[in-house]
């Protein structure tokens, strides 16, 4: 009975010990890297701004607060205007896009 309660135990101390958040295992600048991104999650907005991060772009008004759900709008807005990439790979390829208006495109850039 005394083996079952000590493991029983040890788990459980073990287990709340290594519940830090799996975001912290993070560099900052992988973080950027999903800032970058059109839509970046709310946690990974949250992460930012607990940091202090400012990433840089124009994204960086995002990190630094405001209305989030604003701030997506404009975000998309510049996406959708081809301002902004609707996809950017580690790499540094970006796929623009712009369907509205007269001149509509769709641009692939790979940088070498």
Known sequence: MKKLLLTLLLSLGLTTISSAGYLDDWTDDQLCVWMDNPLPPDYMVDEAKKR????GGDDSE????????LDKLKLWNKVLRGKKPIYTAKGGTQIKINPIGDEKFIKLFKPF
């Open 62 to 69: 995002l990190v630094g607060g405001g209305e989030p759900i």
């Open 52 to 55: 202090g991060l400012s990433c």
